[in-house]
């Protein structure tokens, strides 16, 4: 079911492009994405985060959020962040026809979470105690203070390879880079990629 774009070139010869289908949630990654991973794992993780930081009214709000992709219910429209608007006119053909979550295109639905999650912090709000506070910070620094002896190891690894042109070197340096790109904390908390990425030295 890919859509097909056709290039006219200089010489009349017509080109075609066969495009992907848009992931939707037919496939399982994204629907656990959308139902379990963004909702469950990472919401709620960084509400308790930043109980220590926010209202419990802004949290409520956050944690709603959550409430409304597990439930698939109806999207809304954005109003607080700087380029609304512009969102608003991109997300109209799914809210004019009543769209649901599990309706939206999975690159859509994941960028749009983010910004319903920082409106419901306050981030965009001068009047809110939310107001241009990073909700991921608190994470973001413990990681980093955990990930400290890993990211020596992994500097340590990449020095001892440099240079060498053979599989055993590739090999590694592709591995720690697959291990890398999944420690965002979005499959895996810091915690877990410390004993994870461990077999690959």
């Not at 959308?34 to 802004?58: A, D, F, G, S």
């Amino acid at each position: 079911n890919s859509h097909e774009q056709t290039a006219q070139s200089g010489s009349k010869e017509q080109i075609v492009i066969n495009l992907p289908a848009e992931l939707d949630f037919s496939d399982p990654f994204v629907k656990d994405t959308m139902t379990n991973r963004v909702p469950v794992k990472i919401i709620e993780r960084t509400v308790q985060y930043n109980k220590h930081t926010l209202t419990q009214e802004l949290l409520s709000t956050m944690s709603l959020v959550g409430v409304e992709m597990r439930n698939n219910e109806l999207i809304s429209q954005l109003n607080a962040c700087p380029h609304s608007l512009l969102w608003n006119d991109c997300l109209k053909p799914f809210l004019e026809r009543g769209a649901r979550w599990a309706e939206l295109p999975w690159y859509v639905g994941e960028t749009y979470v983010y910004h319903r999650l920082l409106e419901a912090s306050g981030f965009w709000d001068p009047s809110s105690p939310g107001y241009n506070i990073d909700i991921f910070a608190p994470e973001k620094q413990e990681s980093l203070t955990l990930s400290l002896p890993q990211v020596y190891s992994r500097i340590q690894t990449c020095l001892s390879v440099s240079g060498q042109h053979n599989f055993k070197s590739f090999s590694t340096l592709v591995r720690m880079s697959l291990w890398g790109n999944q420690g965002d904390n979005s499959l895996f908390t810091i915690q877990d990629m410390s004993h994870l990425g461990e077999w690959f030295h």
